[in-house]
């Protein structure tokens, strides 16, 4: 559906007291909830998130709550907060001029670029989230699972991936394990919990993260390293030079990659499952760096 429906379009207009002239869909993220950026007739424009189901709404209520808690300039103004068709809207300021490293319209063709500066203003602002006081939100290690006991214990599905062979698992399965249990998960900090390309953009002097749906209480590392992973896969810095003493999260990240290609993410496109194992690869390199084992072996 490109245009909103009626009882959205009214909750809008009549919250905002201004006539909306054109609704357009944003063509980066991947939030499940309705996204407009919407124009009025006096050529001011906001950014709409609407709730479309029960789910949607829980994730909609914790994006409301982090931006209305937390008083610094990497959360967008919030504008508004409504009801349509019985679920929650947030209205919000619009950042589509902002530069987006995730914009799949730009012209360099490139699927993610990062301008000089950005990965360390993003490095620098998730200090100042990792400094905040979350509110009362759940914590991190709330339905953490951790994989490479099982991956140990019965490795014949992830051997066939290919990014390690046999020998290598069975000389290197036992510190992956333990690093992988002593990861701290607890704190009191605020964690973004989606950092990722698509969820953060640069406006002038601010770096902006997006979509706080999956925020929650705990250890600010964690935000840091689930950057880390990704960032080699879009012409970025390995993890080893960020983080080089997070052995621990390394070796989660792997076993959470692995695990979502043998079977944690059914019926998943197999671009989402090439990433995966890039992701997968990544963690595994950073893991034997920080931890003093053997790099992966291939068949």
């Keep these: 559906m490109s245009e909103p429906h009626a009882e959205l379009a009214a909750a809008v207009e009549s919250a905002l007291g201004r006539r909306a002239v ?10 499940a909830a309705d996204r407009f950026v919407v124009t009025f007739d006096d050529g001011s424009s ?18 409301h709550e982090v931006m209305t808690s937390v008083g610094d300039d990497f959360v967008l103004d919030v504008i508004s907060w409504v009801t349509a068709s019985g679920h ?24 993610v670029a990062w301008c000089e500066g950005q990965v360390e203003a993003l490095l620098d602002t998730l200090d100042r989230v990792g400094a905040s006081t979350s509110p009362p939100l759940p914590p991190l290690g709330d339905g953490i699972t951790r994989h490479w006991s099982t991956i140990a214990a019965d ?22 394990v ?11 900090a605020l964690v973004h919990n989606d950092v990722r390309s698509d969820n953060v953009c640069f406006r002038g002097h601010r770096t ?22 990704t960032l080699p896969l879009e012409g970025g810095p390995e993890p080893f030079a960020l983080l080089p003493e997070e052995g621990k999260f390394a070796a989660w990240h792997a076993g959470q990659a692995l695990n ?27 893991a034997s760096l920080s931890l003093g084992v053997a790099p992966p072996t291939t068949p």
Excluded: C, Q
Excluded at 88 to 111: C, F, K, Q, S, T
Excluded at 155 to 176: I, K, M, N, Q, V
Excluded at 263 to 284: C, D, K, N
């Design 22 to 31: 054109r609704w357009r869909r944003p063509h980066t993220g991947l939030s």
């Design 178 to 188: 333990r690093a992988e249990a002593a990861v701290d998960f607890s704190g009191d």
């Design 208 to 229: 902006i993260l997006v979509d706080w749906s999956h925020a929650r209480r705990g250890n600010p590392v964690h935000d840091r390293a689930a950057l880390a992973v």
């Design 260 to 286: 979502r290609m043998v079977g944690g993410s059914e019926g998943a496109p197999p671009w989402l499952i090439a990433v995966l194992g890039r992701m997968a690869a990544v963690a595994l390199r950073w």
């Design 46 to 63: 906001v950014f709409v998130k609407a709730a479309v189901d029960a789910r949607t709404a829980e994730w909609l209520r914790v994006d």
């Design 155 to 176: 490795p014949s599905p992830y051997l066939g991936l290919g990014l390690f062979d046999e020998r290598w698992l069975s000389s290197t399965a036992d510190a992956l």
């Design 88 to 111: 929650p809207v947030l209205i919000m300021e619009d950042a589509h001029d902002a530069y987006w490293p995730a914009d799949h319209e730009r012209a360099n063709g490139e699927p």
